[in-house]
């Protein structure tokens, strides 16, 4: 196992972006920017040895610092979406930037969220630790919170994304890694002939600005079932369906099920061309299935053109919106009970 740093650039402020390379014996590559904490790179070898990078990015800073569908970021204080831009913690009103759809807010902050700072870093043997700190009413959140997110490659070829975060007053926290997944490589054009499969049997219906109703109908019978391997492009244009109509698409959170707080399987991928499978282990409730409906038309990694569904996030988080439905699992975390998690993504060939 080794780890790497070497300087990535620097942002509009004149703050340094180093960027730390983890590899394993197996010639698997992750590469971590400390810029949004961004897995910036994934290599992983296909059925013939070749190794190439299984997730979307841009191969410079400056493309980052937009990064408007968040390829590999790490989201927070809260991801996903929230209602109105408000929830209350112990009665009093919290109020968020309404930044989507003109009505609610998405994943915190687009512009100062935890995806557009840099963070510290600190390289362990097979991992890299980054931190920062967040005061108390930033993006309107309460709470200081001290931030940790730590990124190991295994030689089982696994990685490993762990958050803690605690704070000094009862807040909401929700974090995850938006990292979108081709599993073909950079010059795929689309994920549409992945095959999925999510261990869930319900999932949170949303309307037409993409917010749960509070309703978590069964997925058989319907075109979002993945409980056994299906095609990402089979059911993906089914509009007479009312929750793909609505955001065109898959992006809904799963509720992973007999989910009781411990690691579990949560979804599987593969790719039958390159021969790569990946498995999504999570202690978390839930797994937003997003098939990278809206990624904007740019130039990716290599020269190869980024575009709608070329990549797909399978982000492991509490439900979205959960602190307007006490009826879900609660993200509520207070200076006792601190925000513990690691998703796994384990990688076969």
Known sequence: MAVTKEFFGTTREGEQVDCYTITNKNGMRAEVITYGAILKSLYVPDKK????DVVLGYDNLWMYFKNGSCFGATIGPVANRTKGGTYTVNGKKVQLPINDKKA???????????????????????????????????????????????YTLTDKNELKVSYLATTDKPTIINL????????????????????????ASRFTAVDKQSIPTGELPEVKGTP?????????????EKSDFVQIKNVRGFDHNYCIDKWNGKKQLAAELSDPRSGRSMKVYTDLPGVQFYAGNFIANNTGKAGYPNQPRKGLCLETQYYPDAQNNPSFP???????????????FAFEW
Not at 124 to 150: A, I, Q, R, Y
Not at 177 to 196: I, M, Q, W
Not at 229 to 234: A, C, E, H, Q
């Open 224 to 236: 979002m079932d993945f409980t056994k391997p299906k095609k990402v492009g089979r059911d993906i």
């Open 49 to 52: 040895g070749k190794a190439e």
């Open 104 to 150: 609610n807010n998405l994943h915190s902050d687009l512009n100062c969220g935890f995806h557009k700072r840099v963070w510290k870093a600190e390289a362990g043997k097979n991992c890299v630790v980054l931190s920062l700190k967040k005061k108390n009413g930033d993006m309107g959140h309460p709470g200081n919170m001290d931030v940790k997110v730590t």
């Open 330 to 344: 609660q993200p509520l975390f207070t200076p006792d009970k601190p925000f513990e998690s690691t998703t796994v």
């Open 176 to 199: 995850t890694n938006h990292s979108y997944f081709n599993l073909s490589g950079p010059a795929s054009p689309s994920v549409l002939d992945h095959s999925l499969t999510i261990h």
